[in-house]
Every structure is written in C-alpha cells, then in structure tokens.
C-alpha cells in the first residue's frame, strides 16, 4: 500500500452512514497510496455493507442476502476500519469535532464524511402508520414484506416507479396477489414516455398485477392492522401489506440540525465539502449545483472525487452525470437515459415493432444523441447511452442509428432498395406471415398491381397494417414506373395508415387508450401531433364509451372550455334553447347575465338561439353559473358535436302544418345532445314541405308529411353548398327518432375525424346507409342501442360540471401579480 | 439591454398546471403563459401569438411545441420561434424547486 509516513499521528476520518456511497468512497480510498489514516464507520443497519440496487432480487427470491453482501466483515478488518453497525449517530459537534452516537458515546473526528442517504417518502394519509405499511429501502423491510408473503394474501404497493415496481414483482413471486397504485396516467414517467410506459404496464398486467394508473391514494384502512387501501375515487383495494414506494427524500437531519448549509440535501461543492471545510458529505443525502441523486452512478463518481480528495490529492471536481434507468424484474427489457421529453417528429428517431412488443425511441439534438428510451430490446442501451455521455455527432449514421449498433458500417440505402435487397423469404407481414417472395410472385405472375388486390389475395398488411408501408415500396419495387400509388391518404404524418384502417383497428384488436394505439399500430412519433390527437381521442371515446376516460389535452381549446374562442381571446356562450324555443324566463335570465358581466354583444345566430359574445374566460363560471340557475345549459356550440336542431312552427300554429314539427326537434335534441360526432352536426325539423326550417340543407333533416316524416341526410350549407338525399319515410314520431339516432351513430363510428356527414355519405355511397337503417331493422335497433348507451355516458351538461367545480384551472390565472414586490 | 435584477416569483405547484396545459401569469406589463409538457417541462412565454394576437396557453400543447388556437402556428416552447414562420414569441426563465414553478419576474415584468 505505498509507502507510509509512520511518523505522522494518523488522520481520524468517521464516516457517518455505511450504505453504498460510503462503501465505494473507502474502497476507492484504501486502493491509493495516502497518509496513514484511522478510518470509523457508523452504520445504523446492524449488518455489513451490501448491495441494495439488489434487494429487488432478494425481495423475489431470485438471490440471498449473503449473495449480494459487498464488504464482509474481513474486508473491515483488513483494513484496520472499525465497523460500529448497529449505531446510529444522533449528533455531530462541530465545536468539539466530535460525533454523537445513540448510545451516548462522543468519537472524535478530524474528517467527517456523511453519507446518510435518502429517506423513503410516506404520503401522509390516515392509516399510514398503521401496522402492515412499510417501504422498501433496506433488508429489514425486505424481511417485514417476506413475513407478510408467508402467508399470501394481498399487497397494495402505491407508486408505480422503479422500486414500487420492483417490490410488486418481487412480491407477486412470492405468492401475493399484488395490486399498484401509481398517480400518473402511466409508469415510470420519470424514467419511460407514454408508449414505453404502455407496454410496460402490459407486461406487468400479464403477470397478475392488478395496476391502477391515475389513482390516488385517500387513506389506508384497518384497525391496528391494515386491510385495505381506499382511492379517492372511493374504490377499495383489500390489503394485508401496503408497501409506500412514491419516492425518497434526503436524510440531511443530522447536518442541518449540526448548522451546515442545507437546502434540499446538504449543500456540497464540486469537491463535496459541506459549508464546514472539514465535513464532507456525499451520496443521497447531498444536494450538488441543486440537483439530487436517486441512482448509484453518479455516487460513484462522488465517491472517486471524495477518495481522491481525502487522500490528498488535487482531484478535479464532480461534474454533473447524465444517468441512465433499468428495472430489474427478470423478463421485463426496459432502459431509459437522458433527456427524451422533446416529442418533435424532427429530433426524435421512433422504431416500433407492435407483434414483437418492441419500442425504440432516440432524440436528437444538433445532430447529438440527448435521450433514449428502450423497451423489449435493449441491447443497444450501452451504446446510445455512451454516444450520449460524449456527445458524439451521429449526424452520418442518422438514417440506421435506430436499428443499433450491429447495422452500422453499411452503407445506408434508399427504402425502395432496402426492400428490393430483403432476402425472399425475409418476412414482410408479421400479422400473417407472408414473405417477400410470394408479395412478389402475386404480383409478378398473379397480376395483382394495386395494395387492396394484394391485401385480398395475399393477406399481406390486411391485419394490424404496420407494413402497409413496406408493401407499397414493394409493389413500387417490383412495377417500376407503372406503379401508380393507391393515394391512399394517411391519417398524419405520425402513422402510413389511414383513418378508415385506424378506425376499423381500434375495434377489431381492441385497442383503448391513445398509447396502446400508437404502438400497437406503429406509429411513427412517440406522442402523436395535434392532428392525430383529437382524431383519436374521439374514435376511442365513441368506441370505448365506458372504458375510455376522455383527454382534455387532446381537444381544441373550445371543446376544453366549453366555449367559443374569439378573435380576440375572448370567448362566446350560447345557450341550448331546445328546438329553438325559448322563454321569458330564460330571456330575464340572458338579459341579466348580459347586464352583469357587460357583455359587448348579443346576437341571434343561424341555429335559432342567442349567442352573447365577448365573454371574458376568467368569467365563463360565473355566467354559466347564472345561466344554469334559470334552466339553461350549454348549447355545445363549440364542438364536433351535436349542435342545434332547428325547428318550424310546424302544426302547433302553422296553417299548413301537418305534425309536430317543433315537438319532435325538441325530443330529438333531447335524445341527442351531448353526443360527440366526428365534425358539427346540425338538424332540422320543418312541419310542411315548404321547409321554412331549411331541412334540405343540413345533416339529418326531417320534413313531416301528413303522412308521416321524410328523412333526409347529407346536406350542407357552408363552404360547400348541397341539398339532402332523401333516406326513406317513417310512419310515427318514434320511429323518426329512432331512425335518426341510429344514422348519427353510424355517422359517429364510421367517419373520418372532421369529415361532416355529406362527406361521409359521399365516400360511403347513401345506398349503403340507406340499407342499413331502412332495412337491416336487427342492424338498426343495435345501432339505436349502442347511440342510448354512449348517450348514458355523454348526456350531462358541462357547464354545471364546471360550475360545480371541473376544471377550474382552465379559468383562473395560475397567478396575478399587481407589483413587483419592494426588495 | 439594461440590468434586471432576477426577481423568482413563486406561481404555484407544478401540479396546478394540467400535462399538456397551460396556465397565464397576469402582470402589469403582460400575461404570461405557463406551459407544463407531459414530461413535467416546464415553459414561459409572451401569451400573445405574433400573427394575430391569440391566446397561446389555449393551444394543443405537444412535445415541446404548441399550437396556436386562433390559426394554428405552431411555436417551439424553449426558443418561442414558429416553426412554419418567421415569426418569435418571448421566453421567459422558468424554474422548478420542490415541485413549485418559480418565474423571474425580473424579466417578466419589465420592458
Ligand atoms: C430496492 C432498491 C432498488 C434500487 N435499485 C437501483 C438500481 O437499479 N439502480 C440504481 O442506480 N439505484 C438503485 N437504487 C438506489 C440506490 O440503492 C441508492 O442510490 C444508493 O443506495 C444510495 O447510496 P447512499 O450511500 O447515498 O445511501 P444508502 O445506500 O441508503 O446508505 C445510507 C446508509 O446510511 C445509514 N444511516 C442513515 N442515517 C444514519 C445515522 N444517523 N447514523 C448512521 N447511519 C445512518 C442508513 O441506514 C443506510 O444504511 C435502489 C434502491 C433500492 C432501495
Ligand atoms: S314548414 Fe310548413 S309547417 Fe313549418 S312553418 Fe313552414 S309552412 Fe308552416
Ligand atoms: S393569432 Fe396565432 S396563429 Fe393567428
């Protein structure tokens, strides 16, 4: 061990804390030459140091505590280091330079290290103290959770991050039936995005893991024991052992309470020296240039500095380290570095393979490597994650960086080429296994020269459509110059699959959130763009109408507040009047609202109802508030959805009326309000074929005969000008309305997203619609049916919903500032 | 370009801000939008679209950009610059401590 002043009176270092910082930094520190050095460390844990990244595999049963020990009790002694486990210190002396231990005991010190850790993080819910609720930090809540698994039972682990994880898997090995309660609407945000966090949420589900995303904890039941978890949603998950596993915090008590500069954790310069120069302090429990560490890479590094530092070298200072994420559950492929919350489609290079489950995404920044998130196949995370650390520019591999480091070295192809180049049996379509060779030979001696012929005959990207891509570059490849392309149109740039394919796909695998569609269907962008979001988040709520739970975000600002955006940012609220009937009533009520709020200007609109304009957001509560008080509700004039249903007078007072032509338009805006449609839709009724309600002009017009009621559809009276087809006669007022519910749902989960119903018909042919509600009657009572049951979902007011308190982020500023404050 | 004193005026929790939201922060000079990405980024700019005037923190936030809602120009929210335009929004510092969002209306509420 080089040579060694003898002469000199060994320097008295006590290390306060023997957990994996500590270890490292004296492992480093015995293995340089330095001055003679008398080195006492104090551990709370009554054990040796050891390995805790590998609890998880202990908890499992996967290895033994003995398996994952890192210095044992040789190790002390070879070092001459005295090992006082079992001891925590409960104060430090600056002053006299000593420590306090808990049995009383004053060591003196001439170096202080501390290396205290982190603190598990319990939320403060009633119960929380209860017995059965522990965390996961060191061998003894290992053992309290093995004691629990004993005897089975079920587990609630709240915290969906990497250690809540952990411990579900390693308690669902052990015979738990384990549920997770995590916050955020998917796992480990921190580490992994949406559609990582998808997959992942999948894989642990196939293990018997019961995963509640977006719930929050409300209190922890039971007497003395736990029995069980209640979410605020008021859901209760029976429990024989909580595990809290939301986060940690440092544990910096002991510095602070000794007067050294302390903030989140204690505060350290590059060379981890506290505000004292002869304390030192590293790991968990220190806070450098503001930032704090929960992973054991940078600590080592820490732990370089402070033995290279104690040994009375000129070390040259901790600098901040990127880190990077695994999980440890055996089966479960998953790693995280860096920065990857940049969801630009132009820095950011996605890779999906929706049969396999595989999803790679790097982002890019000025032609260098900033974050990588893999999952399903992370053999090439060492490699991005080093091309990250030294910022190399991959602006030459850009095209083949995705596909890993194996690719590398060739050189990059044109697409069309890569796929003439693919062996002919390199499989093509994964869904139905059909290879290039026989993609080929249909065309080549079957004749086949458009994508629908190949999907008919061959099956190739007839299923998931994932390779749709690959077999038009095919078909491209293999006719040359005659190829002309289908045109299809894809829905975005974010997916090669167009809306109808989306559609049809949702339904069939079934698919039922955004994430689970963007990777099962491959898309190409890790979070989708503003064109795709609301398109999907329409066709999973029409689709999905219990299971999926409606995205905010995902919807223009109008459909988010319930209200008309202006020119000026003002917005406009319009009323529903049903039928376009109104009241004295609710014209006192519009009148005073417009009084009140000084509302600029009121004005009749097209639909029959009043619109007031120039509303200011911050006021929209209190106007709806008023509004709803006298028996209004929101119009929805702001949304793809059901607008108005204008009416006539009709046979109520018309002379020529031959029905109730205003009784049935308010019934029907009764049946439908509410109900989100692809694009506006707006109705009519008149009560006489002269048509003063302009039925002939809108989406689903009605015009009563004496016989009965004519049904028309696809008309409109915007940009495009064009007069209804007739659909077919109804005899009685019930039918009429069970006719035209059942055309809006097959409208609502056929269309394009903002196709407006005569664009439907148009692409869908009105013999085909007609068919199926005039005559398919089993297909027409399904369709009334499916309409109710979203309806049970869809028929609230919104307005109330927020004045009674939804929302109301969207309406007031997160703050106001009158002044800057005097200093 | 005359000093300002940095000023980190406490706006609220993180949490006060939707993932892909947007909240404003009203001064005397200007209201500043607030936006918080879905991966807890979070950004300041000018609430004031350069073409006609729209509100920004009512956009469709994706990634790191937002869409106006008035006509749809989409900005960049670290360096406010439109994508499609030749056209800038300011920016404003920004910074997160203990889950609280602190603006420097040093800069914020000065000319
Ligand atoms: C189950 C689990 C899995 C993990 N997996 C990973 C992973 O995969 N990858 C990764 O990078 N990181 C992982 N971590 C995090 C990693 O273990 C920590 O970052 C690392 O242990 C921190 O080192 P430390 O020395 O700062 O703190 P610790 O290792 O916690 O050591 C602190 C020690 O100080 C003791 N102590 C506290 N106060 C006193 C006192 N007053 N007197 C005496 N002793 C005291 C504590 O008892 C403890 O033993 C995991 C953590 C856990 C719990
Ligand atoms: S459509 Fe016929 S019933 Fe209705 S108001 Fe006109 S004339 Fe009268
Ligand atoms: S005002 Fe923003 S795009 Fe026109």
């Not at chain 1, 890192?70 to 079992?86: N, P, Q, T």
């Not at chain 1, 998931?464 to 040359?480: D, H, I, N, P, W």
């Amino acid at each position: 061990m080089g040579q060694v002043d003898q002469t000199s009176v060994p320097t008295k270092i006590v290390v306060i804390g023997n957990g994996m910082a500590a270890g490292r930094a004296m492992e480093e520190l015995f293995a340089k030459q330095r001055p003679p050095l008398q080195v006492t460390v104090f551990g709370a844990e009554p054990r040796v140091n050891y390995n805790r990244i590998m609890l998880s595999p202990v908890l499992s049963g996967e290895k033994t505590f003995e398996q994952i020990i890192i210095h044992d009790e040789a190790w002390y002694a070879k070092h001459c280091v005295r090992l006082r486990s079992g001891q925590p210190i409960v104060a430090i002396d600056r002053k006299a330079k000593t420590v306090v231990t808990s049995g009383g005991d004053q060591v003196p010190y001439d170096k202080l290290v501390i290396a205290t850790g982190s603190q598990p993080f319990v939320i403060p819910v009633p119960g929380a103290n209860l017995e059965g609720v522990v965390t996961f930090r060191d061998l003894d809540d290992v053992e309290k959770m093995h004691a629990a698994a004993a005897t089975g039972g079920n587990a609630v682990v709240i915290g969906g991050g990497l250690l809540g994880l952990e411990a579900a898997a390693g308690l669902a090995l052990k015979g738990m039936k384990v549920s997770v309660v995590h916050l955020m609407p998917t796992l480990m945000e921190r580490q992994l995005d949406p559609s990582a966090g998808y997959l992942l949420e999948k894989a642990i589900s196939e293990r018997g893991i019961d995963v509640y995303t977006k719930a929050n904890t409300e209190a922890i039941l039971g007497s003395d024991r736990v029995t069980g978890v209640k979410l605020k949603d008021g859901a209760i998950l029976p429990a024989d052992l909580v595990v809290m596993a939301v986060g940690i915090r440092p544990n910096f008590g002991l510095g602070k309470a000794a007067g050294l500069d302390c903030n989140r954790g204690i505060v350290v310069d590059d060379w981890l020296r506290t505000s004292d120069p002869d304390i030192f302090a590293l790991g968990e429990c220190v806070e450098h240039r503001g930032q704090c560490y929960g992973l054991v890479a940078p600590l080592y590094e820490m732990a370089k500095v402070l033995a290279s530092e104690l040994a009375g070298e000129k070390p040259s200072g901790f600098v901040p380290a990127v880190t990077s994420a695994k999980l440890k559950v055996t089966g479960i492929d998953l790693f995280s570095a860096g920065d990857f919350s940049d969801d630009d489609e132009n820095n950011e290079i996605v890779l999906r393979d929706p049969a396999r489950g595989i999803y790679k995404r790097v982002v890019i920044h000025d032609n260098k490597i900033i974050g990588a998130v893999l999952y399903g196949d992370t053999e090439d995370g060492g490699w991005y994650f080093d091309l990250l650390k030294k910022g190399e520019d991959v602006g030459a591999i850009r095209d083949t960086l995705i596909f890993g480091q194996a690719y590398q070295g060739g050189s990059p192809l044109d697409p069309t080429a890569a796929v003439a180049a693919l062996p002919d049996d390199a499989e093509i379509c994964g869904c139905n296994g059909v290879s290039k060779g026989s993609i080929v030979a249909a065309i080549t001696s079957g004749g086949l020269a458009t994508l629908e012929d190949l999907r008919a005959k061959t099956k190739a990207s007839a299923s998931c459509g994932q390779c749709t891509g690959k077999v038009e570059l095919l078909l491209a490849a293999t006719l040359g110059e005659s190829y002309e392309s289908s045109g299809r149109k894809p829905m975005c740039k974010c997916t090669d699959l167009t809306h109808e394919e989306v559609r049809r796909l949702i339904k069939t695998k079934p698919l039922k959130s955004q994430p689970a569609v963007m990777q099962e269907l491959g898309w190409k962008t890790s979070g989708g763009c503003p064109s795709c979001q609301p398109a999907l988040n329409y066709y999973l709520l029409c689709d999905w109408p219990l299971e999926y739970k409606d995205d905010y975000q995902a919807r223009f600002i109008n459909e988010r507040v319930h209200a008309n955006i202006q020119k000026d940012g003002t917005f406009s609220v319009v009323p529903r009047m049903w039928g376009g009937v109104t009241s004295a009533a609710e014209l006192r009520a519009i009148a005073d609202v417009v009084d009140q709020f000084k509302i600029p200007m009121v004005k009749v609109t097209g639909g029959q109802r009043i619109d007031l304009l120039g509303v200011k957001k911050q006021d929209l509560p209190a106007v709806w508030a008023q509004l709803i008080a006298n028996g209004l509700m929101s119009g929805f004039a702001y949304g793809k959805s059901l607008r108005t249903i204008k009416t006539c007078v009709g046979s109520e007072f018309c002379r020529f009326g031959t029905q109730d032509s205003t009784g049935l338009g308010i019934k029907l805006e009764k049946l439908m309000c509410g109900a989100w449609t692809p694009a506006k839709l707006k109705l009519a009724v008149s009560g006489c074929p002269r048509n003063c309600a302009e039925s002939t002009v809108k989406d689903i017009g009605v015009i009563c005969v004496d016989s009965g009621y004519d049904l028309h559809i696809a008309g409109a009276a915007g940009l495009h000008v064009k007069a209804t087809d007739l659909l077919g006669h109804v005899d009685s007022e019930e039918e009429a309305l069970e006719y035209i519910a059942a055309v809006a749902q097959k409208y609502r989960e056929e269309a394009n997203y903002l196709d407006r119903l005569y664009k439907w018909v148009e692409k869908t042919g009105l013999e085909h619609v007609r068919r199926a509600i005039m005559e398919d009657h089993d297909n027409r009572k399904a369709l009334y049916e499916r309409f109710l049951l979203s309806q049970r979902v869809a028929r609230k007011d919104p307005w109330a919903e927020r004045v009674a308190g939804r929302d109301l982020h969207e309406f007031m500023p997160l703050a106001v500032i009158s002044r800057i404050a005097a200093e | 370009m005359h000093d300002v004193k940095t000023y980190w005026f406490d706006c609220g929790p993180v949490t006060a801000i939707p993932l892909r939201g947007a909240r404003t922060v009203v001064t005397p000079r200007r209201e500043i939008a607030v936006f918080r990405t879905a991966n807890n980024d979070i950004f300041a700019l000018e609430n004031k679209c350069p073409h006609k005037g729209g509100p920004l923190s009512e956009g469709i936030v994706h990634g790191h950009k937002v869409a106006c809602p008035l006509h749809n120009w989409v900005f960049d929210l670290e360096s406010g610059e439109a994508l499609a335009e030749k056209a800038c929004v300011r920016t404003f510092p920004v910074k997160i401590e203990r889950g609280r969002i602190y603006l420097d209306m040093g800069v914020a509420a000065s000319g």
